[in-house]
């Protein structure tokens, strides 16, 4: 089974940038989807984005227009590009993988932590 391991996290002001990595420790090419999820304390974890193998991309209403989703094959690595950074942006960010859209999310990072604050 891949393990994935995100990077990247920190500390940003609000309207800042972040990017966010995420490798995984096998090919992803036939890895049909590759994703984002974040989560608050006392909250459950919410979809952020998800890359297709194929190329096609889609977003959670919330980030739309300002994260970008890219997913770099021959790195076997997952990026979240994150703009004008808002104070409720803050959270853990996981990576994730599924075989099939059906069975995404299967496989899970440890988390990486975004805190949007001046």
């Known amino acids: 089974q891949v393990q994935l391991v995100e990077s990247g996290g920190g500390l940003v002001q609000p309207g800042g940038s972040l990017r966010l990595s995420c490798a995984a420790s096998?090919?992803?090419?036939?890895?049909?989807?590759m994703g984002w999820y974040r989560q608050t304390p006392g909250n459950q974890r919410e979809f952020i984005a998800y890359a297709l193998s194929g190329g096609d991309t889609l977003y959670a209403d919330s980030v739309k227009g300002r994260f970008t989703i890219s997913r770099d094959n021959a790195k076997s690595t997952v990026y979240l590009e994150m703009n004008m950074l808002k104070p409720e942006d803050t959270a853990v960010y996981y990576c994730n993988s599924g075989r099939t859209i059906v069975h995404y999310p299967e496989v899970w990072g440890q988390g990486t932590l975004v805190t949007v604050s001046s």
């Open positions: 096998r090919s992803i090419y036939l890895i049909n989807v």
